[in-house]
């Protein structure tokens, strides 16, 4: 999959590159091709430490508001400064690590997560021309590496002796196994009507639009919009946000993992936590919502790295929007959600991506049948497990943890 | 018509599906279930009879449609179905004959609680035998024959709260499955020898003169052709399924099952499937005709086998009381007449024979368990009687049945095809036993058939359910008498005069010649109608026997003989007292190596000792001794070092292993031999 | 050295250090894992031979490759719910203390 | 080329063997998805991209996980995941024959006539490969599904199959 020539495009939209090529052409020639890599990552840290930072901010602001508070408004104006302050704070504070504990492993533990969560931005198309690293796999190993940060959080949640702690690292494992399975097979779909692991051929493979104003995103398929649903769900249990953040429960576990943290390890949890929220609604944009592609042809002017953008922060506000109306979920609840509910519905959901990539060709009186059957395929099965789900949520029967 | 040929799957598919509904509906969705199963097999019946029509259009083709399932490595594993008038033929006589059995099911299973389960079961049997009918690739006919298995197992154990029906189960299944490791046997051989299953695929198929010929070449070392043996082989699946002796010992006892079931699988399907299976490899089976070298061809065995199985049968049948166990043994008998007619090289009188059978056989079954429905599952024919006057319909039609069955001549169906039979028998060059055998059961067929009618309807009823017993509901005479129809009709449609059936099967015409030739045979066999009939009206139908425990007159005639016959010759005792020793004789055998040999080798080595020792006295005893103590001291430490070596300990056996490994690799790279 | 010959070396001392830990640890856990390391050893075979072997077959040390992984899953999850059992029967995983088969 | 694939070596045995002989069962656990995934790093180097991150989905993703809460599960008190080491003489066997079969090993490989020559890196794509799974490798392919179900559901038995009060399970 090679990225399209940088010709015929506005300036607007090469902006980046030649920003990034002027850069790299005041190094003499072998430092280049370093000066490249380097660029990249420098960019990615810098965009998304930003982010973090007014990420918090905003999700301060937001469930402020929910809460009919102001939230953070004293320092700065409406209070834009607060998150430095926090940083600051965060630098200058002591770092604590009990005698108890298992000092490398607690060591460890926060770098490998930031490592981890930051290797995933790698793979993601941000614009037309902005994929830092082009692969063929990139989706495999998105997953991949995002399977890897559940090793940190069990090893924050052992290392730290604690029983909190300890609990914690077990249903942080519980969680994180349960909700692999969902978030994998919702994305197979996707990769079998693209036919390819690779994201910029996942996003290629979402351009164009049917009638000239329907865009050819996956998510405005039957199957698609099941799988959506499915990932953001997943999405929200793997990246331990409310209502699925029960290894951090504060009001069972204290913090969970994060009980024996302080100062900037602290931060870096709280970091690499916004960072998998950014890294898998950036992933979602790219598998359903189109990537970087304009919604209406009329529209393609604006840059495709400002749309992707968009989509990007109307996601995590998603995020924030359910963390604030949400209750938590019980440890029972939260296995039962995953094994009988999510897991066969992507199972299901599946074989109405095979049955809908089979019918491509239908055509005239076949297309609203295609559709019919297509969505009788994703909201019976909804409507059965849905109903076996609600029942039957007894007492909690703890077996281990 | 190529239409027709690519919907033909979905001729066992209909079954298949209502099977697969039937499974998951609850319990109580009976009529749902039973719904589904019928409208499956009306409609596999329609779709049938479509498929005989554009067969009929052109008799001698073969239409076939292969398809690729999947790649094995490089190789390809193909299956397909096939549209000739057999498959056409069979597949109506399959779905109308099960149609009705469902029907009557309705009627007959009505108090069961497991309604639901077992019309599942019985579309499972009816989609496997027609999958078995349409198949064109062995492999397809295999795996369809083991679902005919399975179902069959599934459907005689119904009532497995019943330690005879499982036990019934059980053996219907082991038995059926000792013959279909020969038939999977000569599948192997044949893919190995031919390089394909398929029946037909434009040349290239097993049944196609090119492939025929490349076979014919090959024999083996003892001057046996490779197609005989292949064939033997084949026949060995067939004879297990179609309860050929010496595998007929499953079909009696699969009378455990409900009636329907033994309808189904005594007239349609199961039995049925062996015999069609000949047919349909008749080209492969019959090719090493042309091999004059060949020390045995395997028609002859076939021929003999068949020849053997329907006197044997008949004769048991003669001295059964209990009702469905005598139809079984005539259809056992029955399905000799086929293996006979296969034998003796008409394959076409053979299936004559089997439609007409599935016809009358069925009528036979379903009417007695309407007799049984009535008497409260009262099927000791002792104890039954009189039911003439109570039942009407089931009588006239139980009448024709038997009538068909016994063979009364011009009117009834078995009589034509029995006739087709004997004749291709008389014509047969080899051997004129097999003609002797079938015309002696033909006396006996009239006689026990004569016996079973005359003590289930005449007299007077000699038991209180036989006395209260009435004439069913419509739902189970209506198959009745559709079933007697038929197994009227059914005969002109293969008659010397008019041989529709024989020119439509064999694809050319056939000249119609007159009932004058051959008629000598056709006189003998009505005399021999006649005169078993005569001989059971004026044993059983003179003075019906007063009372259940009144001594049965030929038993009274013969007593030895009959006895004899009540326990199936023994067969089943025959069995279990060779094949169910032969373990125990293997036991008794290597504990005899044990003792002796082993032992004798011990006692050799002692003489040694006592002969090294007989230098002089001294180092006798020291030396006998010491030879004794040492050697067995040796045994015992050996036997410890062995037992030590079985530590239960994991690693331990992996050490085992690793240093294994070393010392193996250590000779490849030492030994130098690469 | 060849390439070849470097990754099979590579292969071999990691084919021996698993074994070396499976016979040596007691706790049936660690000698699961050597096992797995074995495993992986000889997975690493089919990359070698794909990559640098005489022969090229389009795919197939890699397809063979992911089936090999994929039984290394299955036998993972089948060991691990045996030591648990294990663990359920005598209260501990030591490993040496499973022998009551011992002839 | 080969230096990396000398330190990728050095990496992963050097994580093998301070697992294989640690005392902590935690820290081998983890040493040893370190040695996992340098040997996704070796398929990486081999080019072998697809293999790399299933070798990093499956070890690293679920099998340490597995491993880990099998550790969990299967200690009374937190002091159990320190593992006794091996006795003396356990030792000695298993580092002699594990010395011996990789000597073996190794004579082989070096013995063996193998082709030196550096060939060009046989580029497979994801579509080739899945081509070839559902081509070719279809059979064996099936077998694996089957295998991986009933792996799965013996698992399962075995893992939650009787409870306290069940006989069998008295030792």
């Known amino acids: ?401 | ?674 | 050295m060849s390439h070849l010959q470097l990754c099979l070396a590579f292969s071999s001392v990691l084919f021996a250090v698993g074994l070396t830990g499976a016979l040596a640890r007691s706790n049936s856990i660690l000698v699961l894992l050597g096992l797995e390391l074995m495993l992986t050893a000889a997975i690493m075979n089919f990359i070698a031979f794909w990559r640098f072997g005489p022969s090229h077959a389009p795919a197939t040390g890699v397809i063979f490759a992911v089936f090999a992984i994929a039984v290394a899953a299955a036998e993972t999850a089948v060991g691990l719910a045996l030591v648990i059992s294990v663990y359920r029967h005598q209260r501990n995983i030591r490993l040496p203390e499973a022998n009551r088969l011992r002839g | ?171």
């Not at chain 1, 200058?92 to 607690?106: G, M, N, Q, S, Y």
């Not at chain 1, 690779?198 to 996003?203: E, H, L, N």
């Not at chain 2, 795996?143 to 459907?155: D, K, Q, R």
Request: contains cysteine; hydrophobic residues 55%; aromatic residues 10%.
């Open chain 1, 1 to 401: 999959m090679s990225l399209p020539a940088t010709t015929d495009s506005s300036l607007l939209e090469r902006a980046p590159l030649i920003l990034r090529d002027w850069l790299t052409g005041l190094l003499p020639g072998p430092a280049r091709w370093a000066a490249n890599g380097l660029i990249k990552i420098v960019a990615i840290l810098a965009v998304f430490g930003l982010l973090f930072a007014f990420l918090t901010l905003a999700e301060r602001k937001i469930l402020g508001r929910v809460q009919n508070r102001p939230g953070p408004n004293r320092t700065g104006w409406f209070g834009l400064l607060q998150p430095f302050a926090d940083g600051i704070k965060m630098l200058t504070k002591e770092d604590i690590v009990p005698r108890a504990a298992d000092p490398v492993l607690h060591f460890l533990a926060p770098v490998a997560l930031i490592a981890f969560s930051l290797l995933t931005f790698s793979v993601i198309p941000y614009g037309r021309f902005l994929l830092p690293v082009d692969m063929d796999a990139s989706v495999l190993f998105f997953f991949a590496i995002g399977a890897a940060t559940e090793l940190s959080v069990f090893m924050a949640g052992w290392s730290s002796h604690n029983k909190y702690a300890l609990f914690a690292a077990m249903r942080a494992l519980a969680q994180l196994i349960s909700y692999e399975l969902p978030l994998l097979l919702s994305v197979v779909p996707v990769v079998l009507a693209a036919g390819t692991l690779s994201t910029a051929g996942v996003v290629a493979a979402q351009s164009g639009w049917k009638w000239g104003f329907v865009p050819h995103w996956h998510v405005f398929t039957p199957w698609g919009a099941a799988a959506f649903a499915i990932f953001m769900v997943s999405a929200l249990a793997e990246s331990n946000r409310s209502p699925f953040d029960l290894p951090e429960a504060e009001s069972e576990l204290i913090a969970g993992h994060l009980t024996e943290y302080s100062g900037f390890k602290y931060a870096l949890f709280f970091m690499a936590e916004y960072f998998a929220m950014c890294a898998l609604s950036g992933m979602a944009v790219t598998l359903f919502l189109g990537g970087w592609h304009a919604p209406l042809p009329q529209l393609e002017f604006i840059p495709s790295y400002a749309w992707f953008s968009v989509k990007l922060l109307a996601l995590l506000s998603g995020f924030m929007w359910v963390r604030a109306t949400l209750p938590r979920l019980r440890i029972d609840q939260l296995t039962r959600l995953a094994w009988k509910f999510l897991v066969p519905l992507a199972l299901i959901n599946l074989g109405t991506a095979a049955f809908w990539s089979l019918t491509i060709a239908w055509a005239g009186p076949l297309q609203p049948l295609r559709w019919a059957v297509s969505l009788a395929l994703v909201a019976g099965p909804f409507l059965l497990l849905g109903r076996r789900l609600s029942t039957g949520l007894g007492p909690r029967t703890y077996r281990y943890a």
């Open chain 4, 1 to 171: 080329m080969n230096a990396v694939l000398v330190i990728i070596a050095l990496v992963t045995v050097g994580a093998a063997v301070v697992a294989m002989s640690g005392r902590n069962l935690l820290h081998s656990v983890l040493l040893l998805t370190v040695s996992w995934a340098g040997v996704a790093a070796f398929y990486l180097w081999a080019g072998a991209e697809f293999v790399a991150f299933a070798q990093l989905l499956v070890y690293v993703g679920a099998i340490s996980m597995a491993v880990l809460f099998a550790v969990l599960l299967t200690r009374r008190s937190r002091d159990d995941v320190a593992a006794p080491p091996a006795s003396r003489s356990r030792g000695i066997y298993a580092i002699l024959s594990g010395a011996a079969v990789a000597a073996v090993l190794l004579a082989a490989v070096s013995l063996a006539p193998l082709s030196s020559a550096p060939t060009p890196p046989p580029s497979v794509t994801v579509r080739q490969l899945g081509d070839q799974l559902m081509g070719p490798h279809a059979a064996s392919l099936l077998v694996i599904a089957a295998l991986l179900t009933v792996a799965l559901i013996g698992a399962v038995v075995l893992a939650a199959g009787g409870s306290p009060g069940n006989p069998e399970d008295e030792p």
């Open chain 2, 1 to 674: 018509m190529n239409a027709m040929v690519d919907a033909l799957w979905l001729i066992p598919a209909l079954p298949l599906l209502a099977a697969g509904m039937g499974a998951l509906t609850p319990r109580r969705g009976r009529r749902f279930a039973a719904g589904v199963a019928i409208a499956a097999m009306a409609g596999a019946l329609v779709l049938s009879c479509l498929a005989l029509r554009s067969a009929l259009a052109a008799p001698s083709a073969h239409l076939f449609h292969n398809f690729r399932w999947f790649d094995l490595g490089n190789g390809v594993v193909e299956l397909g179905w096939l549209l000739d008038p057999l498959s056409a033929l069979m597949c109506v006589m399959v779905s109308l004959v099960g149609l009705l059995i469902f029907i009557f099911s309705l009627g007959y299973m009505e108090a069961d609680e497991n309604f639901a389960r077992f019309f599942c079961f019985m579309s499972l049997f009816a989609a496997a035998m027609l999958g078995v009918v349409v198949a064109n690739s062995l492999l397809l006919l295999f795996i369809s024959w083991e679902l005919v298995g399975l179902a069959s197992y599934l459907l005689i154990g119904f009532w497995f709260h019943k330690p005879e029906a499982a036990a019934a189960a059980k053996k219907a299944f082991i038995t059926t499955r000792i013959g279909d490791i020969g038939f999977l046997l000569g599948l192997v051989w044949l893919y190995d020898a031919t390089g394909s299953l398929l029946l037909y695929d434009g040349g290239s198929g097993v049944l196609e003169a090119g492939v025929l010929g490349n076979l014919g070449t090959l024999t083996l070392a003892s001057g046996l052709a490779v197609s005989t043996a292949i064939s033997l082989l084949i026949f060995c699946g067939a004879a297990g399924k179609s309860g050929q002796f010496p595998l007929h010992v499953w079909l009696p006892d699969a009378m455990e099952g409900p009636t329907p079931v033994s309808a189904l699988i005594h007239a349609a399907t199961m039995v049925a499937a062996g015999v069609f299976l000949i047919a349909r490899v008749f080209p492969l089976v019959s090719y090493d005709q042309v091999l004059t070298a060949d020390p045995v061809h395997a028609l002859t065995v076939v021929a003999f086998i068949g020849a053997i199985t329907a006197l044997l049968g008949a004769a048991i049948a003669v001295a059964q009381s209990d009702l469905k166990r005598v139809l079984a043994f005539s259809t056992i008998s029955q399905l000799g007449y086929m293996m006979l007619a296969l034998g003796v090289g008409s394959w076409v009188a053979a299936i004559f024979h089997l439609l007409t059978h599935a016809f009358f056989k069925a009528l036979l079954f379903l009417a007695a368990g309407s007799v049984i429905h009535a008497a409260h599952h009262e099927q000791d024919i002792r104890r039954l009687g009189g039911l003439g006057r109570q039942m009407r319909t089931t009588y006239a039609t139980f009448a024709v049945g038997m009538m068909a069955l016994a063979g009364v001549p011009f009117l009834f169906s078995g009589f034509w095809s029995k006739e087709a039979i004997l004749h291709a028998a008389s014509e047969w060059g080899v051997s004129r036993l097999p003609l002797y055998a079938g015309l002696a059961a033909v006396v006996l067929t009239a006689f026990y058939m004569t016996r079973l009618l005359c003590e289930v309807f005449w007299g007077s009823p000699r038991s209180p359910e036989a006395a209260q017993a009435h004439e069913n509901r419509g739902v189970i005479t209506v198959p009745l008498v559709i079933l007697a129809i038929g197994s009227v009709a059914l005969g002109f449609l293969g008659t010397p005069a008019w041989p529709w059936l024989q020119s439509k099967l064999t694809g050319e015409a056939v000249p119609p010649h007159s009932l004058l030739e051959g008629g000598g045979l056709m006189m003998l066999s009505i005399v021999l109608v006649a005169t078993g009939i005569g001989a059971g009206w004026a044993l059983y139908g003179r003075r019906v026997r007063a009372s259940a425990d009144a001594a049965d007159p030929f038993a009274a005639a013969a007593p030895g003989l009959f006895s004899f016959l009540g326990a199936r010759m023994k067969l089943d005792e025959l069995y279990a007292a060779t094949l169910g020793r032969m373990n125990t004789f293997g036991a008794a055998f290597s504990d005899f190596l044990d003792r002796w040999v082993w032992g004798g080798a011990v006692g050799f080595l002692a003489l040694l000792g006592e002969f090294t020792g007989s230098v002089n006295t001294e180092v006798d005893e020291s030396g006998l001794n010491a030879g004794f103590n040492s050697f067995s001291e040796r045994i015992r430490r050996l036997g410890r070092a062995y037992s030590g070596a079985q530590s239960g300990e994991a690693q331990g056996y992996l050490r085992t292993v690793a240093i294994a490994f070393v010392v193996l690799a250590l000779l490849v790279l030492l030994g130098g031999s690469r």
